[in-house]
């Protein structure tokens, strides 16, 4: 998997957490690259969950809840790192229905040896629904990243995740419209 997942990782512990974390995370997952990575280069996925596997131990928090965290913050970090990406979209669920078709091909561009995940959205009704397929157990960062992407563009959506579609290579999410207050 790319470098700037793992840089971001890291970027985010140091933020949520604190630098030190960040080292003993490293420490803790005891990982051939020792947390140093670039952009461009490329990591076993592994190291991910090794990181944040170790990241659960330190702060007792449970992996699918820190996956999920790193998800949302990532949302933000896409903007600043491929703005180009944005450009044209003003709502979320445009920009979601795109992932595969623009963003993501998009990355492959940037680094031909990226594996992106399959995330297809359909709409249905007033909802939409987005399906994520990989050959990576990152189902949860997925479901952040939705969440991030929903708040970037302040729609007014809610995200049920379909319990009964598998987890971790395999999720399905309904974007709903809120309710309306009253
Ligand atoms: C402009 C927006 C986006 C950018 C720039 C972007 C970029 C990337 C990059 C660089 C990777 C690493 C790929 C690799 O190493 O092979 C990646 C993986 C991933 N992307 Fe995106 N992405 C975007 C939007 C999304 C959205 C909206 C979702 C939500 C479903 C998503 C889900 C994922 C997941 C879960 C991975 C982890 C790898 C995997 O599961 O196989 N991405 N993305």
């Known amino acids: ?10 970027r985010w512990v140091e933020e949520a957490f604190s630098p030190a974390v960040a080292d003993a995370m490293i420490v803790g997952a005891a990982v051939a690259s020792d947390g140093v990575y670039t952009n461009v280069g490329s990591y076993p996925h592994e190291e991910a969950l090794a990181l944040i596997g170790a990241l659960s131990e330190l702060t007792q928090k449970p992996v699918p809840d820190l996956a999920h965290s790193y998800g949302y913050w990532l949302s933000a970090r896409f903007v600043a790192l491929y703005p180009e990406m944005f450009d044209g979209y003003t709502d979320a669920i445009s920009f979601l229905r795109d992932v595969d078709a623009n963003h993501h091909r998009e990355v ?9 995940p399959s995330v297809v959205a359909v709409v249905d009704g007033q909802e939409l629904v987005v399906s994520y397929a990989s050959h990576r157990p990152f189902a949860d960062v997925a479901h952040g990243l939705i969440r991030g992407y929903i708040h970037h563009f302040d729609a007014a959506l809610e995200v049920v995740r379909d319990e009964t579609a598998q987890g971790p290579h395999a999720a399905r999410f309904v974007l709903r419209p809120l309710p309306a207050d009253g």
């Open 108 to 116: 492959k561009k940037l680094y031909p040896d990226a594996r992106t």
């Open 1 to 10: 998997m790319k470098g700037v997942i793992f840089s971001e990782l890291v």
